[in-house]
């Protein structure tokens, strides 16, 4: 059940405080972070303030107001104050993340920079930058600066030690079978997404799109773990854990806000756990040797191996080993040694005949460790 938790009491030890997951606890992010268990959640993302330093309304060439953000949280006194602030919650985020834990942070180039170099200070280890291209964004009204067409993420991990979850495998099949890049093209947020009062206002000027948010959770955490958003606003990242089976955390001080985002999240049904199970990736995967496959029948000491294009010939001894001509040893060494290669994978590169027709031996594998799965199960 979704709830809100107001002030932390600043005497509480948190070290044994009970971890609040989807709550939105009401006030300051700094206080709320250090009241939080130390190394207590799995990811971070954070949109903060950006200090777009506004100085006059922006206007259309018809003369209508833009709707632009010039609400008080996002002003401060000077650079030097907003840098204070920043070092303040990026401290308090590091101390509450888990030793594996990651953290998201998006801004504009108002802010990115400064942002990045605190990272860097307070031994974050960055992982990457990644724009998003926004394939609707505002024109520059102006015409006096090219269009501000993206933002910029930062993924970093708690330290350059941090094994940080990172779906490789899902990430590619998602992207036809080809490595995800670093530049993300989502529209803004607009339409039915986008939130409005009673007079058809938005209810945050910066909300971000779910799709942005769907692949920085689908990409960088597990069913299960715990997202805290110290910026939640409307509530974009609750709303996307809750489909993703991740819990959250957000952190909120304005009341509009984060009425909005009770409301939103309420109506936001999870996908079902089979829907949202991880692929399974090859390194994850149970460890299966070539000889196994001999022990349990599926190849036949014997049998002789081919390439794809039945160039090489090898023979499969008892003990698991290859013999081609002169050359014997594993199924990756004969598979180098037939080819003068410096390295094989022997896996795809050996094939045997399987219901009349030559399938790599990974196939087998691939069976035997099905199997493996039925009897774990």
Known sequence: MLRTARQPDETAVAEHAPLPIDTILVGDCIKHMNSLPAGSVDLIFADPP????LEQSLTRPDQSKVDAVDDDWDKFESFGHYDVFTRAWLLAARRVLKPDGALWVIGSYHNIFRVGATLQDLDYWLLNDVVWRKANPMPNFRGTRFTNAHETLIWAARSQKSRVTFNYEALKLANDDTQMRSDWLFPIC???????????????????????????????????????DPFFGTGTTGAVAKKLGRHFIGIEREDSYIAAALKRIASVRPYSAEAIAPTQTKRSAPRVAFGSLIEMGMIQPGTFLHDERMRFTAMVRADGSLVSGEHAGSIHKVGALVQKAEACNGWTFWHAELDGRLAPIDTFRAGVRAQMERLSA
């Open 190 to 228: 607009t339409g039915a997404e986008r939130l409005t009062d009673s007079d058809g206002e938005k209810v945050h000027p910066t909300q971000k799109p779910e799709a942005l948010l769907y692949r920085v959770l689908s990409a960088t955490t597990k069913p299960g773990d715990v997202v805290l």
């Open 50 to 53: 950006y200090n777009l330093q």
